[in-house]
T-cell receptor, first 118, second 111 residues
Framework: GAVVSQHPSRVICKSGTSVKIECRSL??????MFWYRQFPKQSLMLMAT?????????EQGVEKDKFLINHASLTLSTLTVTSAHPEDSSFYIC??????????????FGEGSRLTVL | QKEVEQDPGPLSVPEGAIVSLNCTYS??????FMWYRQYSRKGPELLMY????GNKEDGRFTAQVDKSSKYISLFIRDSQPSDSATYLC???????????FGTGTKLQVIP
């Protein structure tokens, strides 16, 4: 299957700082990437849909000024958690869809990034 | 009512057992269906993808879709301790980018 690389896998930061998480599709082009948040023992919560070359679409209740998403190329999307606070501590996962397969293609996930805000 | 319902488990089975994991859904517009396996603290791994009613087999895994009943299943034959993970069902439809996930079923295969 296709490979999605996510970095860093684990990050610890102080409250008030910003953290950037990268999501790369390694062997395919992704016009659309998705960012999720997952709390312990819970399912994936979609935060936003990232479209290459345009603004991200955020789900209801997700602060766009806090969770900045940039999808500058067909293989890279970034999520920046700005002015992070302890309640932002979570597991963040990205996923991507092969552009050649259209909107019914399989969704491939990165390994996830565990953010801990002290 | 949630769009996708999935029993969270946990489900414990002995090694070698046949495992049946299920999801029901309410939106008859869903056109394709996926099963993911997620190990603790890892991203979900795609196991099966199907878009039609019937069965699809891949090794020890069989995905079954019954669109008339709005019910999908994943069967795991000869289950192994390494199959212990959370299994998520997911589904979507053409023209709509977002995919809807079940809550996941935690499976434990006991040696």
């Amino acid at each position: 299957g296709a490979v999605v690389s996510q970095h860093p896998s684990r990050v610890i930061c102080k409250s008030g700082t910003s953290v950037k998480i990268e999501c790369r599709s390694l062997d395919f082009q992704a016009t659309t990437m998705f960012w999720y948040r997952q709390f312990p023992k819970q399912s994936l919560m979609l935060m936003a849909t990232s479209n290459e070359g345009s603004k991200a679409t955020y789900e209801q209740g997700v602060e766009k000024d806090k969770f900045l998403i940039n999808h500058a190329s067909l293989t890279l999307s970034t999520l920046t958690v700005t002015s992070a606070h302890p309640e932002d501590s979570s597991f963040y996962i990205c996923s991507a869809r092969d552009a050649q397969r259209g909107d019914t293609g399989e969704l491939f996930f990165g390994e996830g990034s565990r953010l801990t805000v002290l | 009512q949630k769009e996708v319902e999935q029993d969270p488990g946990p489900l414990s089975v002995p090694e070698g057992a046949i495992v049946s994991l299920n999801c029901t859904y309410s939106n008859s517009a869903f056109q394709y269906f996926m099963w993911y396996r997620q190990y603790s603290r890892k991203g979900p791994e795609l196991l099966m993808y199907t878009y039609s009613s019937g069965n699809k087999e891949d090794g020890r895994f069989t995905a079954q879709v019954d669109k008339s009943s709005k019910y999908i299943s994943l069967f795991i034959r000869d289950s192994q301790p390494s199959d212990s993970a959370t299994y998520l069902c997911a589904m979507g439809f053409r023209g709509y980018q977002k995919v809807t996930f079940g809550t996941g079923t935690k499976l434990q295969v006991i040696p």
